[in-house]
């Protein structure tokens, strides 16, 4: 990470855990635990579980964010939820594009840049994933397979609303797996995220995009990753369920 020239941002990714009151009860008990972070700390929570979130965060550094948006601001979409109404309640963050939501609801790089330009058009923050299977690392196109995607999901994002996007880089084969790529590739692959951004917005601007590393991070491998140039923070999923361990990784984020 380099704090000069950019934010570190760890943020937990709870997928489908925990219910409204459990919610609760982990965000006060996270609370005083992150509260000399000098990292921002983020939660994505389910959907049920944003309005407790946001009330149990109130007054902390403790940031709320939801875990997908659909890309139209209403309609006749049953089941979905729009920016707007996020943002009503008092949401900062959505992940877009995590690789769960490719590979089970079919998303693709062009809706996810859709979901990005709705998701800034309603003032949330974005997190967009990013990441290679394990045949693409292998067949050698990872950093052109992240190029690609990150330069089609920022497609029509002005300059100076990438204050408001973080990129997470998170190899597909290390997520939840307990396999994490080691910190040279997550360095070398944050890098090609970084090059690409620099190819559509310049150098300059690149430089201040927060870049996380996402895929197995953990109390014992934060510190490695971290240190890395080009590692600005995590996305966090089984890691960010546990009080301790979710606190260990800010506290490495935060040195
Ligand atoms: P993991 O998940 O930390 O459990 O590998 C990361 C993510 O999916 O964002």
């Given at each position: 990470m380099n704090t000069q020239l950019r934010r570190t941002v760890i943020a937990g990714n709870?997928?489908?855990?925990?219910?409204p009151s459990e919610t609760t009860a982990f965000i006060k008990e996270l609370a005083p635990c992150v509260a000399d972070a000098t990292c921002d700390v983020v939660c994505c929570v389910p959907y049920v579980c944003l309005q407790n979130a946001i009330e149990a965060a109130k007054g902390t550094n403790i940031k709320i964010g939801a875990q997908n948006i659909h890309f139209?601001?209403?309609?006749?979409?049953?089941g979905e939820i729009a920016a707007d109404m996020l943002n009503d309640l008092g949401v900062e963050y959505v992940i877009i594009g995590h690789s769960e939501r490719r590979q089970?609801?079919?998303?693709t790089d062009e809706t996810c840049n859709k979901k990005v330009l709705a998701a800034l058009a309603a003032g949330l923050k974005v997190i967009l994933c990013v990441g290679e299977h394990k045949e693409q690392r292998l067949q050698g196109v990872t950093n052109e397979l992240v190029g690609m995607q990150t330069k089609i999901a920022l497609q029509n994002v002005k300059a100076e609303d990438l204050k408001n996007v973080i990129i997470a880089y998170e190899p597909v084969w290390a997520i939840g797996t307990g396999l994490t790529a080691t910190a040279e590739q997550a360095d070398e692959t944050n890098g090609a995220v970084r090059a690409a951004v620099a190819d559509v917005y310049g150098k300059d601007v690149a430089e201040t995009v927060t870049i996380q590393y996402g895929g197995s991070m953990n109390a014992g491998n934060a510190d490695e990753l971290l240190?890395?140039?080009?590692?600005?923070g995590g996305l966090i999923?089984?890691?960010?369920?546990k009080v301790p361990d979710f606190t260990s990784i800010v506290k490495s984020a935060s040195k």
């Open positions: 709870w997928k489908m855990n925990k219910t139209e601001p209403k309609g006749a979409y049953t089970y609801f079919a998303e240190a890395k140039y080009h590692v600005d999923g089984g890691a960010s369920l």
